[in-house]
């Protein structure tokens, strides 16, 4: 049984437009989400984060929202650049306790973005 | 700025051969982990380490044992090696298991070891 689902394989974009990656999840115990991209034969690199406290981050042209009531999460860029064609995983812990060792990833999604 | 880094980064081997998969981290972190990807799927966790002479299961730790050697390393080994087994395996690392309400600490990864099992 998936816990984060990232329901949308690809996703392509246009330079310079907005691109909105979307993540669901089923466990109501996860207080912590992370997005991660990654490129071909190279290590996931984080990218943001999300405290469940909170519902918006910001990091440059990377915004993420969390929506508790839906469990669900988006990442939006703006504007998207051909550098950041990858893909991109969603990425969810319990932080019950102080702890987020156990992350929970989605399958990811291909973002690629034509210039 | 080495970061994570994982030897071998590719490795071939025959069923029922065993194996070391070796990683180190520089970031003086505290966490270490091991992870496999197989194709269409996400990362799961095999086994982690939360701190120097602790180790845990994850999701998938079945044909698997590490080691925490030091600080600095944390090694995943496959004592008979299944073709069931062919991956890539990520090592991570955070400064520790803490998240969320503390603050951000998100794991750090290596480039990934691609193993094949014939």
């Known amino acids: 049984d998936q816990q984060v689902k990232q329901n949308s394989p690809s996703l392509s974009v246009q330079e310079g437009r907005i691109s909105i990656l979307n993540c669901d999840y089923t466990?109501?115990?996860?207080?912590?989400f992370l997005w991660y991209k990654k490129y071909p034969a190279e290590g996931p690199t984080f990218l943001i984060s999300?405290?469940?406290?909170?519902d918006k981050n910001e990091d440059g042209r990377f915004t993420v929202f969390l929506n508790k009531s839906a469990k669900h999460l988006s990442l939006h860029i703006v504007p998207s650049q051909p550098g950041d064609s990858a893909v991109y995983f969603c990425?969810?812990?319990?932080?019950?306790?102080?702890?987020?060792?156990?992350?929970?990833f989605g399958k990811g999604t291909l973002l690629t973005v034509n210039p | 700025n080495a970061g994570v880094t994982q030897t071998p980064k590719f490795q071939v081997l025959k069923t029922g051969q065993s194996m070391t998969l070796q990683c180190a981290q520089d970031?003086?972190?505290?966490?270490m982990y091991w992870y496999r990807q197989d194709p269409g799927m996400g990362l799961r966790l095999i086994y982690y380490?939360?701190?120097?002479?602790?180790?845990d299961k994850g999701e998938v730790p079945n044909g698997y044992n590490v080691s925490r050697l030091n600080k600095r390393e944390f090694s995943l080994r496959l004592e008979s090696a299944a073709p069931s087994q062919t991956s890539v395996y990520f090592c991570?690392?955070?400064?520790?298991?803490?998240?969320?309400?503390?603050?951000?600490?998100?794991?750090?990864f290596g480039d990934g070891t691609r193993l094949s099992i014939l």
């Open positions: 991570a690392s955070s400064v520790d298991g803490r998240g969320g309400r503390y603050g951000n600490q998100p794991q750090h």
């Open positions: 466990n109501s115990m996860f207080d912590y």
């Open positions: 999300i405290s469940s406290i909170k």
């Open positions: 990425a969810a812990s319990e932080g019950s306790g102080g702890s987020n060792y156990k992350l929970t």
């Open positions: 970031m003086n972190h505290n966490s």
């Open positions: 380490s939360a701190s120097e002479g602790t180790t």
